[in-house]
């Protein structure tokens, strides 16, 4: 179980190892200038994922729906085949990459809005 949470939290773990280094050898965060360059590089990187997810033309409600939700349903679908595979009798050979997948699906959906809310 631990080799399925620490890769999950290496990067929060990283990002707080990094500030605190920042924080001991400068005695200081980082300027205000600094932090509005960040918060703007942010955005801009933004404002291109969601020109490269725009739709061009006319097209379906559902189309559009399921553009936005395709990540969430194969979750679903990864949490459902892993629920299966752990309440089965299956090998460990199999179960172990399964959940890898698992944890990913998991890291995705809480821990990298956790990383997002502890970065700020």
Sequence with gaps: MIEIIIPALLPVITDIIRKAGDRIITGRKLSIEDEVKIMQAEAEKLKALAELD????????????????????????????????????????????????FAGVVFYLIGHRTYIMLKR
Excluded at 69 to 83: A, D, E, N
């Design 54 to 101: 725009k739709i061009n033309g006319e097209v379906s409600k559902w189309v559009i729906d399921f553009r936005a939700s395709f990540r969430y349903f194969f979750c679903l679908l990864i949490t459902i085949l892993v629920s299966v595979a752990i309440f089965s009798n299956i090998s460990i050979n199999i179960l172990n990459p399964l959940l890898d997948i």
